[in-house]
């Protein structure tokens, strides 16, 4: 199994261990991710710098995208490893030559079920560890230094779900890929990021691509069982998610968008809306695994939309 230690920042390590969130983007200035071919669910470890040159904790590979700015603050927040907006901007803006505000491109390394380690549990970094890598490396546990550090961190879990009251959190995938995406139950500031790329920025009823007015619908909502995957979501601008997850627009198995009746008859108006019903949605994913489920938009069409 290959999996890859990262170069991490001291500060934005400590500030996340004592949250302990279930998501975190491992930023970085630039948009190019510093590994190639990493599949979702590949474990991702923390490195920090001197002087604490030990392996600290990791998490659960998601996926690596570039995004503006103020969407890498608006979908993870504090789990950018900053208390305040002002504060992550502080961080970056020393980094990036060209600072454009709210549309500077930031490269996210999205992660999930991060764990953080107790400092006497720190892992010292193994011999291959060389002191010019500036970013990280790619281990393999067909190889000494690889299967010796990846037990290193397995002894540690082991010991820390012994003693966690949630040892689900310290479980790493055995899922990988596609797989993983589909079963892992992903963080909020992921679902948005996930199902905003996959539907290209773009509102899937009318198009619309201004960003911030774009928002990550649930089809069928977690609180209902609903699966966190981006098959069950879709990116609507934020007035259609407010009828969508009212029950006054739906889209059906088919992608052909509906309007309901209770616009008008409520409201007295709605023709903004009602030119929609009965076309085909703007957007579909280009990815089958990312289009919307049909049985979850039935069970949208059969329990939630006022037909």
């Known amino acids: 199994m290959k999996f890859w230690a990262g170069v991490t920042d001291n500060d934005w390590y400590a500030f996340l261990a004592q949250r302990r969130p279930d998501e975190v983007n491992f930023w970085q200035p630039s948009g190019r991710a510093p590994f190639t071919s990493l599949p979702p669910g590949t474990p991702f470890l923390f490195k920090l710098k001197r002087p604490h040159n030990h392996i600290a904790g990791g998490g659960a590979f998601v996926r690596f995208v570039t995004v503006p700015f103020a969407l890498c603050w608006d979908a993870f927040g504090e789990r950018n490893g900053a208390p305040t907006r002002a504060g992550l901007e502080g961080l970056l803006?020393?980094?990036?030559?060209?600072?454009?505000?709210?549309?500077?491109?930031?490269?996210?390394?999205?992660?999930?079920?991060?764990?953080?380690?107790?400092?006497?549990?720190?892992?010292?970094?193994p011999p291959a560890w060389k002191s010019n890598i500036v970013q990280g490396k790619t281990f393999d546990t067909a190889t000494?230094?690889?299967?010796?550090?990846?037990?290193?961190?397995?002894?540690?879990?082991?010991?820390?779900a012994l003693i966690e009251t949630d040892a689900k959190s310290l479980v790493m995938p055995t899922a990988y890929g596609a797989e993983f995406l589909t079963r892992a139950r992903l963080g909020q500031g992921a679902f948005r990021i996930l199902v905003t790329e996959a539907y290209r920025r773009r509102c899937a009823i009318t198009g619309?691509?201004?960003?911030?007015?774009?928002?990550?619908?649930?089809?069928?909502?977690?609180?209902?069982?609903?699966?966190?995957?981006?098959?069950n979501g879709l990116l609507l601008r934020s007035d259609f998610h407010k009828l969508f997850d009212t029950g006054l627009v739906t889209i059906t198995p088919d992608h052909v968008i509906e309007v309901s009746p209770?616009?008008?008859?409520?409201?007295?108006?709605?023709?903004?809306?009602?030119?929609?019903?009965?076309?085909?949605?703007?957007?579909?994913?280009?990815?089958?695994?990312?289009?919307?489920d049909p049985r979850l938009l039935a069970w949208h069409n059969q329990h939630v939309y006022r037909g």
């Open 262 to 292: 209770a616009i008008r008859e409520e409201f007295h108006n709605g023709k903004a809306y009602y030119r929609l019903h009965g076309q085909k949605m703007a957007v579909v994913p280009n990815a089958p695994i990312d289009r919307p």
């Open 208 to 231: 619309e691509n201004v960003l911030p007015v774009l928002e990550a619908a649930h089809i069928q909502p977690f609180a209902s069982a609903g699966p966190h995957g981006v098959h």
């Open 93 to 125: 803006r020393p980094l990036v030559p060209e600072w454009q505000g709210d549309r500077t491109p930031i490269g996210c390394t999205i992660l999930s079920n991060p764990f953080f380690l107790p400092r006497d549990a720190w892992i010292e970094a």
């Open 144 to 160: 000494a230094d690889g299967a010796g550090l990846w037990q290193d961190v397995a002894d540690r879990l082991a010991a820390r």
